[in-house]
Each structure stands twice: as structure tokens, then as C-alpha cells.
T-cell receptor
């Protein structure tokens, strides 16, 4: 157990739908990062939050949004889902705003049918 | 723009031999490099890192080499064990933070 908890582990939904992925960071970590791993792709950075505030944005689609709550858990919202959104979505946390290593959760596998 | 590239999608080696995984980067502002290992159905786990002020860092069977002039780093695993079979990701970060940039990953298979 890495200390980073992601729910659900698996999600199957239809095109056009909206889903919410949840992440609880490791105790004490203020930064949360979301990454997407599509088939045969590396880990693509989506967005980072630090202590409730958006800190950096990567290749995140406008249909996607995220937030970090006062208790530091984070949610990634994916809407108007398309087949190409099927991927593994990883959350990671770190104790600082950057540098060093991250601790990853085990991911949410999203399948859009 | 893929700033971190792992050109070999897969590598197969015999148990006991050396595994060498390679990574190239284009952004000269990167100053810290990391390797992560990923097993199926799990998230990536940190393996070893190196600062740009060093050219080598060793941790047990794992050694990372950095060639800044060539913008190239490599991970050596000696001796390789079947349990090392996993996907290995190279990652980099710049002095300004704020997030890791990952390569595409290399699937290492160590055959008994």
C-alpha cells in the first residue's frame, strides 16, 4: 500500500457520460498530480494541485476538470466521454510543490464503451 | 513535443545478466532524473534518482548513469532477476518544479 488511495479501481461507462475519479493523497502530502496512461503511451501529465490551489496544467482536455478539497483529497471529473478517453488514470502525491519523487496510487482503469 | 524519450518499448534479458535501459531528453532545464518501475495493476513506484550535478548514482543492483552533454541517461540492473520484469519509466523535472515529465516506458522481461 503506497498510501495514495484511488477509487474506483475500475469504471465502465458509455460515451457521452460523466464520471468522477477520486484520490486521497498520502498523509501529509500537499501536492496532488493527475496523470493519464493510454494504451502503449507514457504517463501524460494532466494537472497538479497544491494545498487546494491549481498549480500546473498539462495536456488536460476542456471536458476534464479537477479540484482539491480542504481535506486534500482530489477529484478528477471527466465529462462528455469519448472512446479515446479509455485509459488508466493515476493520481500521485508529494510533500512539496515539486522535485523529488512522487508516490502513486494504483490507478483507475476507465473503459468507455 | 516528447521531452523525455525511451526509444526501446521492450527489452528481454537472461537472469543473471545485465539489463540496460536507456532514456534521452531534450530539455536542458531538467536537473533531476528518476526511474520508476511499474507492475501490472499497480501504480509506478520510485526506484532510483540522480541529480544533474552527478554522473552516477548506485543503489544495490541498480545504477543510474547521466551524460549531460548527450542528454542521455541509463539504468543498469546487475544481476537481473525475474522479479525485475516490469515496465520502467524514465522521468525528469526542472529546477522550477513542478511536475515530472515521463517517457513512454520500456517493458523489461527477465527470463529464468
Amino acid at each position: 500500500d503506497s498510501g495514495v488511495t484511488q477509487t474506483p479501481k475500475h469504471l465502465i461507462t458509455a460515451t457521452g457520460q460523466r464520471v468522477t475519479l477520486r484520490c486521497s493523497p498520502r498523509s501529509g502530502d500537499l501536492s496532488v498530480y493527475w496523470y493519464q496512461q493510454s494504451l502503449d503511451q507514457g504517463l501524460q501529465f494532466l494537472i497538479q494541485y497544491y494545498n487546494g490551489e491549481e498549480r500546473a496544467k498539462g495536456n488536460i482536455l476542456e471536458r476534464f476538470s479537477a479540484q482539491q478539497f480542504p481535506d486534500l483529497h482530489s477529484e478528477l471529473n471527466l465529462s462528455s466521454l469519448e472512446l479515446g478517453d479509455s485509459a488508466l488514470y493515476f493520481c500521485a502525491s508529494s510533500s512539496t510543490t515539486g522535485g523529488g519523487g512522487y508516490t502513486f496510487g494504483s490507478g483507475t482503469r476507465l473503459t468507455v464503451v | 513535443d516528447q521531452q523525455v524519450k525511451q526509444n526501446s518499448p521492450s527489452l528481454s534479458v537472461q537472469e543473471g545478466r545485465i539489463s540496460i535501459l536507456n532514456c534521452d531528453y531534450t530539455n536542458s532545464m531538467f536537473d533531476y532524473f528518476l526511474w520508476y518501475k511499474k507492475y501490472p495493476a499497480e501504480g509506478p513506484t520510485f526506484l532510483i534518482s540522480i541529480s544533474s550535478i552527478k554522473d552516477k548514482n548506485e543503489d544495490g543492483r541498480f545504477t543510474v548513469f547521466l551524460n549531460k552533454s548527450a542528454k542521455h541517461l541509463s539504468l543498469h540492473i546487475v544481476p537481473s532477476q525475474p522479479g525485475d520484469s516490469a515496465v520502467y519509466f524514465c522521468a525528469a523535472i526542472g529546477a522550477s518544479g513542478s511536475r515530472l515529465t515521463f517517457g513512454e516506458g520500456t517493458q523489461l522481461t527477465v527470463n529464468p
